[in-house]
């Protein structure tokens, strides 16, 4: 770029940083060629406010620091009444003017001052700085008003007819150190095996001054020394965890992740289907929880907070929930009778209820006279849900395999049956897994068989092996699918 031309983009910078007024180039460039430019004229406005974000796109929490130069955070709330400091641009001109292109030695005071206005409230005390270590930078510090609630409280910066961007900074409420409360779950009565329940959790001071939340379902807050649900949220670190059967505590997961980790033998938590949602001094806990087969009977709901001055409720009871045995899910297979020596199974096996969709857990097909075999030749098919991956019960007693459902391989073969695994496929459809099987008996397996279907759902309940129909192998083939 040639001089002259980078040093006017440099100046029209500077004063869309500082604020100019109107200024038109009076006269033709010439070029040393001869060529003249056309004259244009660029209007600038006297103020153009901004204020840094954290998040570096203008959106969100503002760049902010209290009296004692500490950032505001999380942990590190304004406190109402107090002196905060932000960063901005666009202010204009100072007192005296800045030199264009420089940044000053001195801090140096804008000429006009702007408004600053927190949770829509005029704050006191505002002083607009020049930054004499960050060139186009400016200091603005003001009071926060005493009156705002706590929270994440919204600010901007008003001068003249020109406003800035919308941002934020998190603030304490204006009573000290108040406890948190434990206020609510909804429904605070009912039954079922499955259900999401909302935990309303308070704190004064906002809910950055929680710490954590829990939610426990068991005949007393004790356990009582019968099975209970415990579940954990870390406010601070968004993390969800559940008191497993080691006795200790399984997690983090965040609230919204496909997730099978947080199961025990009383209940478990469907991750994906549980949010977290904060609003003024209130936080809600939606978690979506499964019971097992074992936790049935009526249980008290207790909640629990505890805030980051270790102020704690203790258990409080909010409610009860008559916890059902699950519904045995209702395993199918077609064809469910008939005969050959080779066939395409169709099985289909139910997702759990709050868990549909998820690719883990497992399924299995057998055919045998009964489900621990009965002294007779079986075919016994695996299909792992979370590898995408099928599996043969080998003569050796071990599993072949694994192969990807629709990749050709002659892997998956032993002396009672073989599976055609280019011709079989695997997915999820309108809330069940459906396998398609291709399967191909050997002589050893001529006679009827039953055909047994078992799962295991993600959150580790298993059907065992259920009876879903019968077939009888009239081989002709010699058991093999064609060589691949």
Known sequence: MPLVKARNFFLCLICFSLGCPLFAQKEPEKRPSGQTLATATLNVAPYSPGIFTLSGDGHGRARAVDAAGFALTDAHLAVPGSV???????????????????????????????????????????????????????????????????????????????????????????????????????PESGSGSNQTFSAVYSDPNGTQDLAWAQLLFAIAPNGGGQPFCFVHYDRAGNGLWLYGDGGFFVGPVTPGTVSAGLKNSACAVNTSATTITQFGSALTLNVRVAFKTGFAGPKNIYLRAYDRSEQDTGWLQRGTFDASNPTPPILAVSPPSGAGSAQIFTANYPDAPGFIGLSLGWAQMLFAVATDGGGQPFCLVHYDRAGNGLWLYGDSGFFLGPVTPGASSNLLQNSNCSIDTAATTAGSVSGALELKLSVFFGQTMAGARNIYLRTLSPIGLDTGFLPAGTWTSAVTTGGHPPPI
């Open 84 to 186: 905060v400091s932000i960063s901005a641009t666009g202010l204009g001109q100072t007192v005296p003017p800045a030199v264009t292109g420089q940044i000053p030695a001195t801090p140096l005071t804008t000429a006009v001052t702007p408004l600053v206005f927190v949770a829509g409230q005029k704050a006191t005390g505002v002083l607009a700085q020049l930054s004499s270590t960050s060139f186009g930078v400016y200091k603005v510090t003001f009071t926060v008003p005493a009156a705002i609630g706590p929270g994440e409280q919204p600010l901007f910066l008003q001068i003249g007819a020109y406003s800035s961007n919308l941002v934020s900074i998190p603030v304490q409420g204006a009573l000290g150190p108040v406890p948190p409360s434990a206020d609510s779950v909804t």
